[in-house]
Structures are given as structure tokens and as C-alpha cells.
């Protein structure tokens, strides 16, 4: 992949702040829909992606349509990448939801968290995007204070309480929800706005009615969830759309790797919804931890700010 096309409306500082603010939401959104699936009971990640991608295109093709804009573009390239950013993110938030069967809201999301660092990565890579020392090492703080305030029990200990086997595969599932996550960033980032957020959503939702209803037929689990069930899933599916469309905005107007280390914030959010609704206390460690992400997203976007602030000073003086 070569450098995303430059879009005037990420260049000043403004547009930075609101991309900021929609990565910020949509890690909200995403701590939220985790805790709602938590009560469900006998509904799975195929039903929860049923409901999420059935959904989102009801509610994304009047906007597609309102805005007359084209599912499918005109070249190849652009509708095998909008149909891989589909691929990726159904991918994502399936393999997510699952493992939240399996270890606590808390775990998951710590292990899901490692998509920061691999974002800043691969964008660096892919997208040729500037990484600087700073940005570096904040990415590896933010994934450290991520570490301390999940305190995953494959690294802290604490194994008593639940299966070794259920434990590994609650942590593959998460990671391969990271590497998922980490591909749709990099493709919507290198996509740019000039694809408005309703066309990759509504290729996410196309392609999550097909995967589901496939996966659940595949495993004869092809059924109507219960009314509690049925509301709960629901309810977890439109805030998740909600999310999605925050973080596809966030990415268009700031770069990938800033916008990764702010949704990073949703662990916070994740420890705050558990101690309130599931009885997590939390420790010294995970308080600490909570410190040391707000603290590295609070100077990352005052580095980002200072920075569009030279820049714009500098296209003045031109």
C-alpha cells in the first residue's frame, strides 16, 4: 500500500480535536456493548452479529441513499479493500464478543488492547505514516497501563478460578478480535474521507448478515433468542453501531495510530461499567493503570494539537 491520499478536512487542528472526540465515544460504545453481552444468557456472537449487522443496514441505507452515494466504486482496488474492511470487522467484533464467554469484560478488552501498538505499526508500514520516538513510546505506556489495570490472569496469576483451558481460548479469540481490528484501522485510514462512513458500514452489514446466518446454520444454532435475551442483544447491537460509526469518522479525520491510543480509554470505561453492574472491585494496580492511560492520551493530543498549530503557522508565514 502506498501513503493515504491527503484530505483538507483532517489538516487543522479543529478537525484533529473532533476525530479525538469520535475515538473517545466510540470506545465508550464498545466498553457498553461488551457489558450488555455479558447478561446474556443463551445468545451467541453469531446471534449478537445477526442483530449488530442487520441493524446497521436498516439504519445505513437511508443515509447511503439520502446521499446518493455508490455501494460499489468505480475501480477494483477500492471495492476489494471496502469489502476486506468488512471482512476484517465483522471479523473483529465476532472473535470479541467471544471471548467474552470465556474470560472476564476486563481481560478481553486488555488482550483485544494490543491493536494499539500493532496499529502504530502497521501504519507506519503501510500507510507511511510519521511515527515519532514519542508517539512510540506512549503507545507501549498506554499498553502497559492497559496490562495493569485488566491485570490479565495469564500474567498476574490467579488461575484458581477459572479453566486453563477456557482461559487460552478466551485469549486467541481476543487477540485474533486485535489482529482483525488492526487491519480495519489501516484499510479505513488508507481509504481517507472521501468514502463516506455509510459505505464501509454498509459493507460491514452486508457481509455480517451473510457470515452469521452461515456460521450459525454451519453449528445448527440458527434460532430466535429469548425476549430478555432478544433485547439485550438488540440494544448491545445498536450502541455498537453507534461505535462503529464514531471510530470510522475518528479515522478519517485523525491518523491511525493517535486514534488507536485514545480508543484505548474503553478499558477505563470497561473497569468503570464492572464495578458498577458486575461487583469488580478494583485494585491499587488497575487505578494505577487507569492513571497512566488518561495521562499518555491527555499528551498525546496535546503533541498532536502543538503540532497542527506549527503547521498551520507555517502555511500562514507561506
Given at each position: 500500500?502506498?501513503?493515504?491520499?491527503?484530505?483538507?478536512?483532517?489538516?487543522?487542528?479543529?478537525?484533529?480535536?473532533?476525530?479525538?472526540?469520535?475515538?473517545?465515544?466510540?470506545?465508550?460504545?464498545?466498553?457498553?456493548?461488551?457489558?450488555?453481552?455479558?447478561?446474556?444468557?443463551?445468545?451467541?456472537?453469531?446471534?449478537?452479529?445477526?442483530?449488530?449487522?442487520?441493524?446497521?443496514?436498516?439504519?445505513?441505507?437511508?443515509?447511503?441513499?439520502?446521499?446518493?452515494?455508490?455501494?460499489?466504486?468505480?475501480?477494483?482496488?477500492?471495492?476489494?479493500?471496502?469489502?476486506?474492511?468488512?471482512?476484517?470487522?465483522?471479523?473483529?467484533?465476532?472473535?470479541?464478543?467471544?471471548?467474552?464467554?470465556?474470560?472476564?469484560?476486563?481481560?478481553?478488552?486488555s488482550v483485544m488492547s494490543s491493536y494499539i501498538t500493532l496499529v502504530c505499526l502497521f501504519a507506519c508500514i503501510c500507510l507511511k505514516e510519521r511515527c515519532t520516538v514519542i508517539e512510540a513510546l506512549?503507545?507501549?505506556?498506554?499498553?502497559?497501563?492497559?496490562?495493569?489495570?485488566?491485570?490479565?490472569?495469564?500474567?498476574?496469576?490467579?488461575?484458581?478460578?477459572?479453566?486453563?483451558?477456557?482461559?487460552?481460548?478466551?485469549?486467541?479469540?481476543?487477540?485474533?478480535?486485535?489482529?482483525?481490528?488492526?487491519?480495519?484501522?489501516?484499510?479505513?485510514?488508507?481509504?481517507?474521507?472521501?468514502?463516506?462512513?455509510?459505505?464501509?458500514?454498509?459493507?460491514?452489514?452486508?457481509?455480517?448478515?451473510?457470515?452469521?446466518?452461515?456460521?450459525?446454520?454451519?453449528?445448527?444454532?440458527?434460532?430466535?433468542?429469548?425476549?430478555?435475551?432478544?433485547?439485550?442483544?438488540?440494544?448491545?447491537?445498536?450502541?455498537?453501531?453507534?461505535?462503529?460509526?464514531?471510530?470510522?469518522?475518528?479515522?478519517?479525520?485523525?491518523?491511525?495510530?493517535?486514534?488507536?491510543?485514545?480508543?484505548?480509554?474503553?478499558?477505563?470505561?470497561?473497569?468503570?461499567?464492572?464495578?458498577?453492574?458486575?461487583?469488580?472491585?478494583?485494585?491499587?494496580?488497575?487505578?494505577?493503570?487507569?492513571?497512566?492511560?488518561?495521562?499518555?492520551?491527555?499528551?498525546?493530543?496535546?503533541?498532536?494539537?502543538?503540532?497542527?498549530?506549527?503547521?498551520?503557522?507555517?502555511?500562514?508565514?507561506?
Amino acid at each position: 500500500m502506498s501513503s493515504p491520499s491527503k484530505e483538507k478536512d483532517g489538516a487543522g487542528k479543529c478537525s484533529r480535536i473532533v476525530g479525538f472526540m469520535f475515538a473517545l465515544l466510540a470506545a465508550i460504545g464498545w466498553a457498553l456493548g461488551g457489558l450488555l453481552f455479558k447478561y446474556v444468557k443463551d445468545a451467541g456472537a453469531d446471534d449478537l452479529q445477526f442483530a449488530r449487522s442487520l441493524l446497521q443496514f436498516i439504519v445505513t441505507l437511508p443515509i447511503l441513499t439520502y446521499r446518493k452515494e455508490k455501494l460499489f466504486q468505480d475501480d477494483l482496488k477500492t471495492n476489494l479493500l471496502l469489502i476486506l474492511r468488512g471482512l476484517t470487522g465483522v471479523g473483529g467484533n465476532w472473535f470479541y464478543f467471544s471471548s467474552i464467554k470465556f474470560i472476564p469484560l476486563s481481560d478481553a478488552i486488555s488482550v483485544m488492547s494490543s491493536y494499539i501498538t500493532l496499529v502504530c505499526l502497521f501504519a507506519c508500514i503501510c500507510l507511511k505514516e510519521r511515527c515519532t520516538v514519542i508517539e512510540a513510546l506512549l503507545s507501549i505506556v498506554t499498553f502497559v497501563g492497559l496490562i495493569l489495570v485488566a491485570r490479565p490472569s495469564f500474567l498476574f496469576g490467579n488461575l484458581a478460578s477459572e479453566s486453563a483451558g477456557d482461559l487460552m481460548i478466551g485469549i486467541l479469540l481476543a487477540f485474533a478480535s486485535a489482529i482483525c481490528t488492526t487491519a480495519s484501522f489501516v484499510i479505513v485510514r488508507y481509504l481517507g474521507s472521501e468514502i463516506h462512513y455509510s459505505i464501509t458500514m454498509l459493507h460491514y452489514s452486508w457481509v455480517g448478515v451473510i457470515y452469521s446466518l452461515a456460521s450459525a446454520a454451519s453449528k445448527g444454532s440458527l434460532r430466535i433468542p429469548c425476549m430478555e435475551d432478544l433485547l439485550l442483544v438488540s440494544l448491545a447491537a445498536v450502541i455498537g453501531i453507534l461505535g462503529h460509526m464514531f471510530g470510522t469518522v475518528a479515522l478519517q479525520k485523525e491518523k491511525a495510530g493517535p486514534v488507536a491510543v485514545v480508543q484505548s480509554t474503553q478499558i477505563i470505561f470497561a473497569l468503570i461499567l464492572q464495578l458498577m453492574f458486575l461487583g469488580y472491585s478494583p485494585t491499587l494496580t488497575s487505578l494505577f493503570g487507569s492513571l497512566v492511560i488518561f495521562v499518555s492520551s491527555v499528551v498525546l493530543t496535546l503533541i498532536r494539537i502543538r503540532d497542527s498549530g506549527r503547521q498551520e503557522q507555517n502555511v500562514d508565514t507561506k
